[in-house]
């Protein structure tokens, strides 16, 4: 996967406007034209198989 690739929002973590639009500064940012709040995301990775991220929602046996 390269760098330069970006994974496009579907909508304003904000605001919930779907009129976004890139931004050159900073890298990989985008801007809501609703809100005109500028953000980022970022992809942290995959949880571990198995592993669940809240216990209540665990199998009772």
């Known amino acids: 996967m390269s760098t330069?690739?970006?994974?496009?929002?579907n909508y304003c973590p904000y605001c919930a406007e779907e009129d976004l639009r890139p931004r050159e500064e900073p890298h990989g940012a985008w801007e809501c034209r609703g809100c005109q709040r500028v953000f980022s995301l970022k992809f942290v990775g995959?949880?571990?198989?198995?592993?669940?991220?809240?216990?209540?929602?665990?199998?009772?046996r």
């Not at 330069?4 to 929002?9: F, G, I, K, T």
């Not at 995959?46 to 009772?60: D, F, H, I, Q």
């Open 46 to 60: 995959l949880r571990a198989e198995g592993v669940s991220s809240n216990p209540r929602t665990e199998e009772v």
């Open 4 to 9: 330069e690739s970006r994974a496009a929002p």
